[in-house]
């Protein structure tokens, strides 16, 4: 995703940040950052076991009317990208095709909270195939099962397909904002002023 945006000179996370930040929090998901991933098999996925049995209140959202076998997909990183976490059958024909980060936010102009999206991304060989959209769908059904009134997000302003899709599902586009972010050394430095 960082080279994708041409942000690779900042990248520092690193699988354990992901792991200790994204996996290992006491706040339940959607309550603190959440990782939705999106996988892919070959293979019918099993229904989800009993809600007594998810440690969650989002009910995973299981699609088998995909047929991959009929679509000509060239997945040259298909071995990096085998899920590691199988589920109960142990499926090994599991495959990560993208994710969704999202956190709780609040914006002091609405009556409601929300949920910030992050990040968005869908894998390039399996663009195109209406995967976003599933993973957008989840988000914006989950803050509306939790009575969130918003989702927001940002779209670089060279992401013309990006901003399409957003408008044509009814989102507002504010282009007169842009993101400010004060980060490493210069977040150090600035934080030791004392005016």
């Known amino acids: 995703m960082a080279e994708y945006h041409g942000l690779s ?26 990782a939705l991933i999106l996988e892919i098999s070959p293979n019918p996925f099993p229904i989800t076991t009993k809600l007594s049995d998810l440690s969650t209140d989002f009910i995973p959202i299981i699609k088998n009317n995909c047929n991959l076998d009929n679509l000509e997909i060239s997945d040259p990183e298909l071995e990096t990208f085998k899920s590691k ?5 142990n499926n090994c ?18 009556e409601k909270p929300g949920l910030y999206l992050d990040q968005m991304f869908v894998r390039k060989c399996y663009r195109g195939m209406r995967f976003g959209k599933m993973l ?6 989950q ?31 504010i282009p007169e904002y842009r993101l400010c972010k004060l980060y490493g050394d210069q977040l150090q430095q600035y934080a030791k002023k004392s005016d």
Not at 9 to 34: A, G, V
Not at 93 to 109: E, L
Not at 145 to 161: F, R, T, Y
């Open 143 to 173: 803050a509306e099962k939790m009575g969130m009134g918003m989702v927001d997000w940002l779209v670089a302003d060279w992401n013309e397909e990006s901003i399409n899709f957003y408008e044509k599902m009814g989102a507002h586009y």
């Open 93 to 110: 024909n599991v495959y990560v095709a993208g994710h969704v980060i999202v956190f709780p936010s609040y914006n002091g102009f609405f």
């Open 85 to 89: 976490f199988n589920g109960e059958n």
């Open 9 to 34: 000179e900042i990248f520092t996370t690193t699988e354990t940040s992901l792991c200790n930040n994204l996996f290992k929090s006491s706040n339940p998901p959607f309550h603190s950052p959440t």
């Open 136 to 141: 957008f769908s989840a988000v914006a059904l």
